[in-house]
T-cell receptor, first 114, second 113 residues
């Protein structure tokens, strides 16, 4: 089954404790991205990757890191989480960037930083 | 500034009724406009994608329209079902330096039996 998976689905952590949220897709997609969703706001892009070893900042990259060592995986790293990073996070992938390529989303990771 | 605004913010209708959700955007230039359905706590799922040259596109009981001149789009839901309860998000694909997707905040639709 074609899908985007994220782990963990739920995470409660404390300020400053490094964490990684994994994202994997099995559709051989080139383009992957991370979003955060906060109440009353549209999804905001954190980082995106056009292919292996090619990543770039989105709208809200501060406090986050990513890597793309393999085509299928695109982990999101919070080196020193803070309470303002409490949010719902989505990973997404599409065949390529741009055009009318369908974007597929993972199930989401709800992160709480205390 | 590139923006996507949706109305209403929330809507409650009875099962079986029709409804129309609105989307106004200031994004320019743009490549395409998308409507997504997002169930609570889940990832968005695509309903329709329309290029600037398309006026209407249907997906079952969902019909999206696009007027690129007035920069308006609507999503019409026919014969609503309880499973239509969700947030509906309008997204415009900006032809900027990184082909950015500009997301609306969504309309929360509740279908009551």
């Amino acid at each position: 089954e074609a899908q985007v998976t994220q782990n963990p689905r739920y995470l409660i952590t404390v300020t400053g404790k490094k964490l990684t949220v994994t994202c994997s897709q099995n559709m051989n997609h080139e383009y992957m991205s991370w979003y955060r969703q906060d109440p009353g706001l549209g999804l905001r892009q954190i980082y995106y990757s056009m292919n292996v070893e090619v990543t770039d900042k989105g709208d809200v990259p501060e406090g986050y890191k990513v890597s793309r060592k393999e085509k299928r995986n695109f982990p999101l790293i919070l080196e020193s989480p803070s309470p303002n990073q409490t949010s719902l996070y989505f990973c997404a992938s599409s065949l390529r960037q741009g055009g009318t390529y369908e974007q597929y989303f993972g199930p989401g990771t709800r992160l709480t930083v205390t | 500034k590139n923006q996507v605004e949706q109305s209403p913010q929330s809507l409650i209708i009875l099962e079986g009724k029709n409804c129309t959700l609105q989307c106004n955007y200031t994004v320019s230039p743009f490549s395409n406009l998308r409507w997504y359905k997002q169930d609570t706590g889940r990832g968005p799922v695509s309903l329709t994608i329309m290029t600037f040259s398309e006026n209407t596109k249907s997906n079952g009981r969902y019909t999206a329209t696009l007027d690129a001149d007035t920069k308006q789009s609507s999503l019409h839901i026919t014969a609503s079902q309880l499973s239509d309860s969700a947030s509906y998000i309008c997204v415009v694909h900006f032809l900027g330096s990184n082909y950015q997707l500009i997301w609306g905040a969504g309309t929360k639709l509740i279908i009551k039996p």
